[in-house]
């Protein structure tokens, strides 16, 4: 079976632009998760989904950065007005976990490299 | 609120010498604990997890953790570290609500 798959894996963008990322988790998984990494340093939590729950949303850095996820599967990143700062690697992962399911390990995808010129 | 602390940012270690990366948690209820392993300019990857049962697991690579829940500590162990085993490495953990809360990571280098 396929694994996550995020798409695309390269965005350069001017400064101001908005862009939108891409997440296919694996068929099933009910958690999706977005995390931010620069340069090989730690991951940075972004915001969680978890089945039909409200999604948890304390790790967007600012309200310039959004996330939906439809039907329970896709999940978009939006990032309006990008800043320099945004430039990082952006992680999407996703695992069977639900309530009481707590220990199924995630799956990552190869990420979004987003660089802001 | 569950936290991962990872001690060390960079731990250094010669091939063939026995290797630990560090890992502490705090949350509340039975803790769900994972390693997580990046290797350069790839993805991560999970590398093993306690949920319960025997405190000491296996995963792949040969690397195994020790769950010690007085320490509240799960640190990475190798008893033989390789080259090919310099990497990034997190510790997780979960609880029954199910979101993973990551550490900061520490970077293992083997030298030959």
């Known amino acids: 079976g396929a694994g996550v798959s995020q798409s695309p894996s390269n965005k350069v963008t001017e400064k101001g632009k908005d862009v939108e990322l891409r997440c296919d988790p694996i068929s099933g998984h009910t958690a999706l998760y977005w995390y931010r990494q620069s340069l090989g340093q730690g991951l940075e939590f972004l915001i969680y989904?978890?089945?039909?729950?409200?999604?948890?949303k304390s790790g967007l850095p600012s309200d310039r950065f959004s996330a939906e996820r439809t039907g329970g599967s896709v999940s978009t990143l939006t990032i309006q007005r990008t800043q320099q700062e945004d430039s990082a690697v952006y992680l999407c992962?996703?695992?069977?976990?639900?309530?009481?399911?707590?220990?199924?390990?995630?799956?990552f995808g190869n990420g979004t490299r987003l660089t802001v010129t | 609120a569950q936290s991962v602390a990872q001690p060390e940012d960079q731990v250094n270690v010669a091939e063939g010498n026995p290797l630990t990366v560090k890992c502490t948690y705090s949350v509340s209820g039975n803790p769900y604990l994972f390693w997580y392993v990046q290797y350069p300019n790839r993805g991560l990857q999970f590398l093993l997890k306690?949920?319960?049962?025997?405190?000491l697991v296996k995963g792949s690579y040969g690397f195994e953790a020790e769950f010690n829940k007085s320490q509240t500590s799960f640190h990475l162990k190798k008893p033989s570290a390789l080259v090919s085993d310099s990497a990034l490495y997190f510790c997780?953990?979960?609880?029954?609500?199910?979101?993973?809360?990551f550490g900061d990571g520490t970077t293992l280098t083997v030298k030959p």
């Open positions: 306690y949920i319960t049962g025997d405190n």
């Open positions: 992962a996703s695992s069977l976990a639900a309530i009481g399911g707590a220990g199924s390990p995630l799956h």
């Open positions: 989904f978890q089945g039909n729950s409200a999604p948890d």
């Open positions: 997780a953990v979960s609880a029954y609500a199910g979101k993973s809360t």
